[in-house]
């Protein structure tokens, strides 16, 4: 069977998430896919694509305050606005990267996936895995969005939350993740003009690692850097953090080319 890889196209990429607007950037998510199918052309694997909320998530979860759950008619009415919102995007970034010459799969994780307490404890893999034994060049494209909660009614699940469930169960040979940064750096690259680039962050580093993670200026409930890393730390697969609004960079990441980011190797 080919290998597998996860490639999260995360809200800071695929949206307008600086501003809190609620656009898709098609362009940039078509130069992804084009750059996808180029790697496909001299190397041979199955793909997972998981898209970040953005705006469409975060900013809804804010305004609605639905982080802890649905208690009102209210919170109800946000619950179904965010859902729709992250439904579209998923639609939206699946359709663009089909666009590009992909066959894609959309597969919106509200209908899949279960969490307890906000914690993620089932996701349906079984439509996707008879999908690939009929043709596995499909692309499964899941998202970050509110999921059923068996405690909270509903509750956010990240798109990070997503891709380590699926890496503890599919075992990727790799997990990419496209930023709107360089990688992981010792302090904001945004707002700090000395920041230094963490080229490799193993195990090793995990006691240090507070120093590693900086937060989201942007509006985000489901958790940033830190959680992130110590989780990554934990899986069976090398991951990269690169800039996806960079061209050339997702082709290059994925055909194991030199390209300037993170590597989390948890060997």
Excluded at 60 to 86: A, M, P, Q, W
Excluded at 96 to 102: I, Y
């Amino acid at each position: 069977m080919k290998d597998l890889v996860i490639l999260k196209i995360g809200g800071s990429v695929c949206t307008d998430k600086s501003r809190n607007s609620f656009r898709v950037r098609s362009d940039v998510v078509k130069r992804i896919g084009k750059e996808i199918r180029d790697a496909r052309m001299e190397k041979a694997f199955r793909l997972i694509v998981v898209n970040g909320a953005g705006p469409f998530g975060h900013l809804n979860v804010k305004r609605y305050d639905i982080n802890n759950g649905l208690h009102t008619e209210k919170d109800y009415e946000g619950f179904s606005k965010t859902l729709s919102d992250c439904t579209y995007l998923n639609w939206k970034v699946s359709d663009t990267l089909r666009s590009a010459g992909l066959v894609t799969m959309p597969y919106p994780s509200s209908s899949v996936a279960i969490q307890v307490k906000k914690k993620l404890v089932s996701v349906y893999l079984d439509n996707m895995k008879r999908i690939w034994d009929a043709n596995d060049s499909v692309i499964p494209v899941l998202n970050g969005t509110m999921v059923p909660d068996m405690k909270l009614g509903s509750s956010p699940m990240s798109g990070d939350a997503i891709i380590e469930y699926l890496a503890r169960r599919l075992s990727p040979k790799s997990i990419i993740f496209l930023t709107d940064v360089d990688g992981v750096f010792d302090k904001d690259p945004n707002r700090f003009a000395d920041a230094k680039l963490l080229k490799t962050i193993t195990k090793d580093d995990l006691g240090n690692i507070k120093r590693y993670a900086t937060g989201s200026s942007n509006v985000d409930v489901t958790g940033g850097m830190l959680g992130k890393l110590k989780n990554l730390l934990e899986l069976n697969s090398q991951c990269y953090v690169v800039n996806g609004n960079r061209p050339g960079n997702t082709r290059a990441v994925l055909l194991d080319e030199p390209v300037k980011g993170t590597l989390i190797n948890p060997f």
